[in-house]
C-alpha cells in the first residue's frame, strides 16, 4: 500500500515553542503578571485560543471577549516579529535528512499542524517545497487530540488513514495519531510521549533501516 508522511511542526521540525513562549511572556507582562519557560510547556500542541485562555487562566484575569480577541491578535503579531528572522538554520537536526529519504521515494509528505501560522513558517526555513499538503489551524475545526488535522492530511495525500505515519512532540497529537489509526512517533521524552507506538529523542536517532520498515510495513 502506499504510504504516507505526516509531520507536526512546532517541536519536530522546528522549535518554534520558544518564540511562543516570549510573546506569551511578552503579553503576561504587559497585562502585570509572570510567565514562566515551565508553565510554557503546557502550550504546546495546543491551539492558539487554548493557549489564551490558559494564560488569562494563570494570571488570574477575567477578559471581555473583545479584550481576549486584541490580545491574542497582539500577541501573533509580536510572535510573527519573532518567527519573521527564522532561516534554515533553526530546522531541527536531521529532519532534512528524513524528507529528503522520502522525497527520493516518492512518498507523500503532509503537514499537520495547530498552528496558523505553519505556511511562513515553512517558507522562512525553506522547506515548504517537500510538502505536498498543508494541514494546520486554519482548516480544522477540532484540535489535537482530535484526529481531524491528521484524517484530512491523509484524504489530501490520497492514502488510507491506516497506511499514515505520524511524527509529533505532544502528548494530544500522539493521542490524535492514535485515534486516527495512524502509526504514531513521538519525537522527545520517550516518558512523556509513552503512548506512542516509536519513540526518538530527535531524528538523529532515526536511521534508514528503520524508515524503510515504516515503508515496507
Ligand atoms: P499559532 P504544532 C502549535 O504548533 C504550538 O505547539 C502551540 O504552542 C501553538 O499555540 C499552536 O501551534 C498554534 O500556533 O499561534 O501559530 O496558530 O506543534 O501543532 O505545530
Ligand atoms: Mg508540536
Redesign the pocket.
Known amino acids: 500500500n502506499k504510504k504516507g508522511f505526516i509531520f507536526?511542526?512546532?517541536?519536530v521540525i522546528v522549535d518554534?515553542?520558544k518564540y511562543?513562549y516570549l510573546a506569551w511572556r511578552d503579553l503576561a507582562s504587559e497585562l502585570g503578571f509572570e510567565f514562566t519557560i515551565e508553565q510554557n510547556e503546557m502550550?504546546?500542541?495546543?491551539?492558539?485560543k487554548r493557549?489564551m485562555e490558559i494564560l488569562l487562566d494563570i494570571g488570574g484575569i477575567t477578559a471581555t471577549k473583545n479584550q481576549f480577541d486584541t490580545w491574542m491578535v497582539e500577541k501573533?503579531v509580536d510572535?510573527l516579529k519573532y518567527i519573521d528572522k527564522m532561516d534554515a538554520s533553526e530546522i531541527l537536526p536531521d529532519v532534512g535528512r528524513v524528507l529528503d529519504f522520502l522525497k527520493k521515494r516518492n512518498i507523500p509528505i503532509a503537514l499537520g499542524?495547530?498552528?496558523?501560522?505553519?505556511q511562513p513558517i515553512l517558507e522562512k526555513v525553506g522547506l515548504l517545497s517537500y510538502f505536498d499538503t498543508i494541514v494546520d489551524?486554519n482548516n480544522v475545526t477540532k484540535a489535537k487530540p482530535d484526529p481531524e488535522v491528521f484524517l484530512l492530511a491523509a484524504k489530501q495525500l490520497g492514502v488510507k488513514a491506516d497506511d499514515c505515519v505520524v511524527f509529533e512532540?505532544?502528548v494530544a497529537?500522539i493521542e490524535a495519531a492514535n485515534k486516527a489509526n495512524m502509526v504514531s512517533i513521538g519525537i522527545g521524552d520517550k516518558n512523556i510521549l509513552s503512548e506512542a507506538q516509536y519513540n526518538f529523542k530527535d531524528f538523529t536517532e532515526m536511521d534508514d533501516a528503520f524508515l524503510n520498515g515504516l515503508l515496507a510495513g
Open positions: 507536526d511542526l512546532d517541536g518554534t515553542a511562543h502550550f504546546k500542541g495546543v491551539s492558539r493557549c501573533n510572535y499542524s495547530a498552528s496558523k501560522n505553519a489551524g512532540d505532544a497529537g
